[in-house]
């Protein structure tokens, strides 16, 4: 395993054998053997432990194992402790995204203040097959479905030439020791229900599933490079211009697959599959339909698709214009309007809010509650204070915490996902309606 792991590490990663390496080391099996191997390759090497404070002792008995591997190792370790929790609530992300989101920028810190050259992640051939998975069911195109990169930039995954079986059968053989995670054991995350259900089902199926999808990874990657090539042959299609960048759209038109050419050339601006299908659905529509991202605003212009940066404020409201087709910032919100009322039925549902048009007034704001707001609750009769409603409908506190409400006029109009306000319901006399999805 020794010689396969520095052919993988030269041929596949690009690294240099006297490289100075950062090796991320949580202390499981994977990060315990990627240590191990490049001890025995004789390789220069730092540890960097992250401590997330998710699973109480459990997190520091990862710490105190690290720090002392690092000691028998007669290596430097660096520790770092994060208020994981605060930061998902904070940034308004997942536990899983937030814990992803700090290992990474501490590790990229680590690299630039210390001179590695590299830094390692313990991913292995399982990883590789679970990933792709887990963006299948995300949507994800063609560069989800490609599974993990050996190696992007600095940040390299020397381990995934190895399955999970020959790194468990390499650290029996060498005696190695390591900590179980006990979160792994549980399928509520998404991950392990794929690791754990998903995978040895497909496998009844094909016994060589993993080996086969890895293959049709391969495939999928020259597929993308293909999918470049095609897409750079294309004078004109993509230009940039004063820091904007810009589509033309009657050439996009003419593309095959154009759906495909469109997140090729999008992908790097926070879009996904969906928005990529209501951006197409927008081209033939009057100019001045807007899609937001977390990071860019995309512009339905007469003859292209403009793309330009867009400063986020951290700030808790944003304002909606009538042209605004999707809200992905603070909130994942698809707004449509409605002429045709000819067999519409308004929906029930709570993450769906049908508006009355003609009763807007136009830029909407989107904000979250605050004490002394009060809305006519549709289905109820007069006014009643939010706050009131709230405690009628018996909402936990943190959910309280993390509500919005969009208002017209300083009038409330929705409590997102909770109810509308009556005022601004659907009646005989509505000729237009605003349909508000939104996307948790």
């Known amino acids: 395993m020794l010689d396969d792991f520095k052919k993988y590490l030269t041929a596949s990663c690009g690294c240099p054998l006297n490289s100075r390496f950062l090796l991320t080391v949580s202390g499981g099996i994977d990060s315990v053997v990627m240590a191990a191997l490049f001890q025995s390759a004789g390789l220069e090497f730092t540890f960097a432990h992250c401590n997330f404070n998710l699973r109480g002792a459990e997190s520091d008995g990862d710490q105190l194992f690290v720090q002392q591997l690092a000691e028998k190792m007669e290596v430097l370790c660096h ?6 929790r605060q930061y998902a609530l904070h940034n308004r992300i997942s536990i899983q995204m937030a814990a992803r989101d700090l290992r990474y920028a501490w590790f990229d810190e680590l690299a630039r203040e210390n001179n590695y050259a590299f830094v390692a992640t313990g991913h292995n ?5 679970e990933t792709m998975l887990l963006n299948l069911t995300r949507g994800a195109g063609l560069r989800g479905l490609m599974g ?3 190696r992007v930039d600095r940040l390299i995954r020397p381990l995934l030439f190895a399955t999970r079986q020959e ?18 054991a549980s399928d509520k995350y998404h991950r392990n229900n794929i690791r754990h259900n998903v995978i040895p089902a497909l496998e009844t199926i094909n016994p060589a599933f993993t080996k086969s999808a890895i293959n049709t990874m391969g495939l999928l990657e020259q597929t993308g490079k293909l999918l470049d090539y095609f897409i750079s042959g294309i004078p004109g299609l993509r230009t940039e211009k004063s820091g904007q960048v810009l589509i033309d759209m009657e ?10 050419v469109l997140f090729e050339l999008l992908r790097n601006y926070g879009v996904n599959q969906p928005v990529i299908a209501l951006i197409l659905d927008s ?5 001045g339909k807007q899609f937001h991202t977390h990071s860019h605003t995309i512009t339905r212009d007469r003859h292209h698709l403009i793309v330009t940066t867009r400063s986020v404020p951290d700030t808790a409201e944003t304002t909606i214009d009538e042209d605004t087709a999707l809200l992905i910032y603070p909130l994942h919100l698809v707004f449509r309007t409605i002429d045709d009322l000819s067999g519409f039925i308004i929906p029930h549902e709570n993450n769906m809010a049908a508006i009355d048009a003609g009763k807007l007034t136009y830029p909407l704001t989107l904000r979250r509650w605050k004490k002394g707001d009060r809305f006519y609750p549709l289905g109820l009769r007069g006014s009643k204070k939010v706050s009131d409603f709230l405690i009628n409908i018996k909402m936990p506190l943190p959910d309280k915490q993390d509500l919005w409400i969009i208002e017209s006029g300083g009038n409330i109009v929705w409590l997102v996902n909770q109810r509308i306000d009556d005022r601004f319901k659907v009646t005989a006399g509505t000729r237009n309606i605003l349909l508000i999805t939104y996307n948790s």
């Not at 051939?125 to 097959?129: I, Q």
């Not at 790194?167 to 792994?184: C, K, T």
């Open 148 to 150: 993990i990169r050996p």
């Open 79 to 84: 520790i770092r402790s994060f208020d994981t």
């Open 167 to 184: 790194i468990m059968q390499f650290a029996m053989a060498n005696d190695l020791q390591w900590r179980e995670d006990s979160s792994n």
């Open 125 to 129: 051939k399982n990883d590789v097959v």
């Open 251 to 260: 050439m996009l038109k003419s593309i095959p697959a154009k759906e495909i």
């Open 283 to 287: 081209i033939n529509a009057i100019p």
